[in-house]
């Protein structure tokens, strides 16, 4: 069966610091994986998608990057954390473009 | 723009009643419809989904309904219960949308009292 990992669970950083939050997925090859940001008392917002190794499609402008290096492992990156950035960073993969997405447990994410 | 939205954002039912979520959109070029249950501090768990041929679809405790005319969906959870406390949200696939994205609605807080 298929698994996605998330990792750190919690993290705090400071305003500035850089940032690299990192999905894992297991028992499945070449999946869609998607990172998604929840904001407090808001809904799930698409930040990036990547629909195989190298290939990421941004849909929102930001200071956020995003890195797929391998087949199952999608990272997300910043440079430079703005508070704005604080939320719970949720990643979730699917298998054809028919597939449903499947989340992971999510990081929270919160800068000071 | 919001192609998804649940105006409720939150909702409370007695244990034993239904529930019922109700989520709109606005484009018709939609295809595929999903409802998604999040708890705090975990990601959303599949729940239900539907293809717009159909108008109904059943999964124990859990239906969803599609009115494609009005654009409007919903999910019923008949009996409730407590344990179906969490926010619910639904998610909508465009025909044709490039790595298979969703389009979130806001997402209803679901309170079942016992």
């Known amino acids: 069966s298929q698994t996605i990992h998330q990792w750190p669970a919690t993290l705090v950083q400071p305003v500035g610091s850089p940032l690299s939050l990192e999905c894992t997925v297991e028992?499945?090859?070449?999946?869609?994986l998607y990172w998604y940001r929840q904001a407090a008392g808001r809904g799930l917002q698409l930040l990036f998608y990547s629909v195989g190794i190298g290939q990421i499609s941004s849909e929102v402008p930001q200071n956020l990057s995003a890195s797929r290096p391998q087949d199952r492992q999608f990272i997300l990156s910043s440079k430079k954390l703005l508070l704005s950035d604080s939320g719970f960073y949720l990643c979730?993969?699917?298998?054809?473009?028919?597939?449903?997405?499947?989340f992971g447990p999510g990081t929270r994410l919160t800068v000071l | 723009d919001q192609q998804v939205k649940q105006n409720s954002p939150s909702l409370s039912v007695q244990e034993g009643r239904i529930s019922i979520l109700n989520c709109d959109y606005t484009n018709s070029m939609f295809d595929y419809f999903l409802w998604y249950k999040k708890y705090p501090a975990e990601g959303p768990t599949f729940l239900i989904s539907?293809?717009?041929?159909?108008d109904k679809n059943e999964d124990g405790r859990f239906t969803v309904f599609l009115n494609k005319s009005a654009k409007h969906l919903s999910l019923h959870i008949v009996p409730s219960q407590p344990g179906d406390s969490a926010v619910y949200f639904c998610a909508a696939r465009g025909m044709g949308n490039a790595g298979n994205m969703l389009t979130f609605g806001g997402g209803t807080r679901l309170m079942v009292k016992p």
């Open positions: 028992g499945t090859s070449n999946p869609n």
């Open positions: 979730a993969w699917s298998g054809t473009a028919l597939d449903t997405q499947y």
């Open positions: 539907i293809s717009s041929i159909k």
